[in-house]
Nanobody
Framework: QVQLVESGGKLVQAGGSLRLACAAS????????MGWFRQAPGKEREFVAT????????YYTYSVKGRFTISRDNVENTVYLQMNSLKPDDTAIYYC?????????????????WGQGTQVTVSS
């Protein structure tokens, strides 16, 4: 049974940093495309970042480029999202997802498994 468990979300002041973690079981993160998505209050879920199977390709939504970094630890079978220079607009529930697609994807339709989400709140 596949499980993705996010952690690391909390209340932080604008300008601060957080690192989210997504611990996977039942699948190997290095054999899947892994992604982070977020859903702000009253808005639809949106793509944040993705990393390819090889780990050599990453994509980010424009609003987080230069501030967020997606990475993974193959030994720990965990994917991370390092978030720096946080802004109030980053407030959302952050979801980890896994896809069996061949290429890194920004489309949530291509993701097969989802975590339960972790709340990130950025105060101004």
């Amino acid at each position: 049974q596949v499980q993705l468990v996010e952690s690391g979300g909390k209340l932080v002041q604008a300008g601060g940093s957080l690192r989210l973690a997504c611990a996977a079981s039942g699948l190997t993160v290095s054999s899947n495309v892994m992604g982070w998505f977020r859903q702000a209050p009253g808005k639809e879920r949106e793509f944040v970042a993705t990393i390819s199977r090889s780990g050599g390709t990453t994509y980010y939504t424009y609003s987080v480029k230069g501030r967020f970094t997606i990475s993974r630890d193959n030994v720990e079978n965990t994917v991370y999202l390092q978030m720096n220079s946080l802004k109030p607009d980053d407030t959302a529930i952050y979801y980890c997802a896994a896809s069996s697609a061949e290429w890194a994807s920004m489309s949530e339709e291509t993701y097969d498994y989802w975590g339960q989400g972790t709340q990130v709140t950025v105060s101004s």
